[in-house]
């Protein structure tokens, strides 16, 4: 079956960066895109951004143009996402998330399958 | 980027059903049916329970039912259990620029 195992919790002083990975199992690792999503504690999710395994080719919410960085291994099925000059702010639960199919389209605008999440903790 | 509203909470007795609405713009829920839901329990992962609006994954019990009119999306949940109790969130893509915004989530107590 489908998973996405990631890494551990992380606590990082401001200004530092943090690095989570989120490897996957169980189907084609090229062939489904892959989405990062943060969760604020007692808040709603916050989508990131986007990477294209086959190619890597990726795209981030404006809002972390600069300071995001989403990269891919596919010999070992693993997507990293590494987040930049943190802050308080940033303190959250960071999930890996599939991109479903519709129908035959890789594009399906959902996500079928999500890591089990990763906690960010940024405190001096 | 601003959020779809939903309601706060919502609640139901065993049995009965309930509906949780997500209302954006034409940008996003109005514009297309990319709009999806998500079942959240605390402490773990969002579960996926509806998307393209109305399409339910295998799995999700037929309880679960998925609606659109204009730029409001709809989930309802009927013949409603005890487990049914988690918060809910809508999603959609957003057609301007390539992003996805999130609503700002329903907490389903029964």
């Known amino acids: 079956q489908v998973q996405l195992v990631q890494s551990g919790a992380e606590v990082k002083k401001p200004g530092a960066s943090v690095k989570v990975s989120c490897k996957a199992s169980?189907?084609?690792?090229?062939?489904?895109?892959m989405h990062w999503v943060r969760q604020d504690p007692g808040q709603g999710p916050e989508w990131m951004g986007i990477?294209?395994?086959?190619?890597?080719?990726?795209q981030y919410a404006q809002k972390f143009q600069g300071r995001v960085t989403m990269t891919r291994d596919t010999s070992t099925s693993t997507v990293y996402m590494e987040l930049n000059s943190l802050t308080s702010e940033d303190t959250a639960v960071y999930y890996c998330?599939?991109?479903?199919?519709?129908?035959?389209?890789?594009?399906?605008?959902?996500?079928?399958?999500w890591g089990q999440g990763t906690l960010v903790t940024v405190s001096s | 980027q601003s959020a779809l509203t939903q309601p706060a909470s919502v609640s139901g007795s065993p049995g009965q059903s309930i509906t949780i609405s997500c209302t954006g713009t034409?940008?996003?829920?109005?514009?297309?049916?990319?709009v999806s839901w998500y079942q959240q329990h605390p402490g773990k992962a969002p579960k996926l329970m509806i998307y393209?609006?109305?399409n339910r994954p295998s799995g999700i019990s037929d309880r679960f039912s998925g609606s659109k009119s204009g730029n409001t999306a709809s989930l309802t949940i009927s013949g409603l259990q005890t487990e049914d109790a988690a918060d809910y969130y809508c999603?959609?893509?957003?057609?301007?620029?390539?992003?996805?915004?999130f609503g700002t989530g329903t907490t389903v107590t029964v």
């Open positions: 990477i294209r395994p086959s190619y890597g080719v990726t």
């Open positions: 034409s940008g996003d829920v109005g514009g297309h049916d990319y």
């Open positions: 169980g189907y084609s690792f090229t062939t489904y895109y």
């Open positions: 998330a599939r991109e479903g199919y519709l129908g035959y389209d890789p594009s399906g605008y959902h996500f079928d399958n």
């Open positions: 999603t959609s893509y957003r057609t301007s620029i390539y992003t996805y915004v």
């Open positions: 393209g609006v109305t």
